[in-house]
């Protein structure tokens, strides 16, 4: 009976989240309403989602409004109506046209009209007009009320559930307007009565009225939406590069076996069974075109000159780096496919592709003239505490002195202290606004507004409503197009040498194995002399290099990892350096988890360890043991199958008959430890980038340290990279304007 209800992300207005607003739902006995947020389907896809859970049929739609205007309600039969309003709606948020008074006519979707608006026009088939419990006394004495007998349905706004939720609501409006509470506007602010009230009680307001109960039972029992969720749902992707994903299979095979000859120079059976099995995989699994697009974009970015690097866990891909994604070989460093792509794992792949901070935006550019149905990605940008305290010392009037007092935690206990930290703490963490996600693209079969409306942002490229947990949850893997500055400085510095040095030979920066064999590098490695080298220079990062004596590949790519928070927190960082240094230390470590890592002596260094350990040690399936590993990342911690894979850990730890302490300690390394850790294939993608920044180093120092001041430096302030070009004997010589300065 609710045609016209809101969540927070209708932004800075709404007071619930989705589940909340469900739970709302089923307390007042109410089986199937329409979620409607304002000018936002942000909502929608995860509405859907939870609704199952809750046994409510959802139905979606839009509240279109200009500010805080009504001008009319969407509510979409089916899923073509959903697209139908989504693409009306991007139409006035790309143009910032105003929304007009009357809609179009849409072929699967209905338009609701407040009764306060309608002026006694005829009405369209698929055009409603809304009874608010306010106006049923009105229309007794409309003279239009005989004319609109089929037309009037129930329209009971839901934005809050109590008295406390429509404080934070004005509240949010006094922000949104930038005024004090005091001062803002009736005009601005919904009515008290917008709740949910019982189903029984809703329909004894209209019992003088029977025709607008049975009408908006007709219209929501004319509403139908259906989104894949869950294990058999298939990826929304772009389905094909080519013409049929026969032609695609042939393509990726004939790129593949081209790549053999450019990576390897034998080409060994444990190769070619490896590239076999996962074609087999990517093809069962319908990735193909998952990695065409993936080839065709870094093949773009070589052909313009472009530097990447291809990381993340597709560094575990032999069709990756066949493909030129990657350069981190996963048969020299054994790197399992099955953490990037398995028949078990639920969530898509995800590859993360780095180019220089200068060519990312041309990137961008390719990618949307090349391919259909781009969008970038969502983020929301939520209230975080003191932020929230700050806004609201604002709007009830507090004096800055006294605003920051609250936000150090050391109020006044007067009144409006009181209520600042009492609303702060309900609206933090309620999203504010859409953002961009950093570097997330999707590229869909289907038209994206099949998903969402979309944003036009300042960047000038269409936007979801969504983030990309729900991108994944509706079968939407995003493409991550990351930019950093150390592939500037390598892009420059081979620019400089070139121009320096026409006389030497061209410098292939690809050739990973000519630089690990490399004295001067590793020399560099051992003494942590890695001012200005990607990942390497941090001194905790030298200091860890001087510690482990380390100077071969596969303790960079260790230490690439173990230098994460996570590790060092739970004290496996001190212990794999203990172990490493000392072999009798090893024998220290508990006896399954060393069987399962001898590579690291039994310490959990890599994200994959997670997926071992849950597997071997706890005995967890390899679904079970991925959802964990995910779950630790914190996006996916509140979520139900999370505690579902963590009960069942320490269930299957007792029927294996450890002790409670054991699993509880092995528990306490994997959760303090896997949310901050690299995948290895990362760390080995981090370590492929920190050997050619180390390369350059060791045999062209000053025209890198050029090119790291020219492109912003890294981790030091400016200065330290100049008195670091001045030791390997530069000339520093002061700009025009310093001199013109000192002539001053």
Known sequence: MYLNTHTYYSFKYGTMSCEELLIEAQNNDIDRFVLTDINSTAACLNFVRLSIKHKIEPILGIDFRNGVAQQFIGIAKNNQGYFELNRFLSGFLHSGDPIPEKAPYFSHAFIIYPFAQYDGRKLKKNEFIGISPEHINRLRFSPYAHLIQDKMVILQTVTFRNKKDFNAHRLLRAIDNNTL??????????????????????????????????????????????????????????????????????????????????????????????????????????????????????????????????????????????????????????????????????????????????????ITAYIFKRFKNVALLATYSTFQLRAVIRELGKVFGLPAHEIEKIAEGKPKQDYYSQLVIKYSHLIQGFPSHLSIHAGGILISEKHIHYFSATDLPPKGYPTTHFDMVIAEDVGLYKFDILSQRGLGKIKDTLSLVKENKPEEPDIDIHDLNRFKKDEAVKSLLRQGKAIGCFYVESPAMRMLLKKLEADDYLGLVAASSIIRPGVAKSGMMREYILRFKNPERRKEAHPTL??????????????????KVAHYFAGLTLAEADVLRRGMSGKFRSRDEFQKAKDQYFSNCKAKGYTYAESAEIWRQIESFA??????????????????????????????????INNFGGFYRTELYVHEARMHGAEISPSLRQRQRCHD
């Open 675 to 708: 949310g901050y850790a690299f995948s290895k294939g990362h760390s080995a993608s981090y370590a492929v980038e920190s050997y050619q920044s180390l390369f350059l180093k060791a045999y062209y120092p000053l025209e890198y340290m050029v090119a790291t």
């Open 181 to 362: 509470l005091s001062k803002l506007p009736e005009t601005e602010e919904g009515s008290f009565s917008h709740q949910m009230l019982p189903k029984k009680e809703l329909l004894t307001l209209y019992g003088d009225y029977p025709s607008i109960i049975k009408n908006t039972e007709k219209l929501l029992n004319s509403c139908s939406i259906h989104f894949d969720f869950g294990d058999e749902q298939e990826h929304k992707n772009q389905k094909n590069y080519t013409h049929s994903e026969h032609e695609d299979f042939k393509k990726i095979c004939k790129l593949c076996y081209k790549g053999l000859r450019y990576r390897y120079p034998e080409i060994t059976e444990a190769i070619k069974t490896r590239l076999k099995t996962e074609l087999k995989v990517i093809r069962e699994k319908s990735f193909i075109a998952y990695f065409l697009i993936n080839w065709d974009i870094v093949s773009f970015a070589r052909r313009q000159g472009f530097f990447y690097v291809g990381r993340g866990s597709g560094a575990n891909s032999i069709v990756a780096y066949l493909l030129r994604i990657t350069d981190v070989d996963p048969i020299d460093l054994d790197l399992y496919f099955e953490r990037f792509i398995n028949l078990y794992r639920k969530n898509p792949p995800d590859f993360d592709i780095d180019f220089s901070w200068t060519d990312r935006e041309d």
């Open 594 to 611: 060393l069987s399962i890592m001898p590579e690291t002596y039994g310490v959990m260094v890599y994200q994959e360890d997670v997926i």
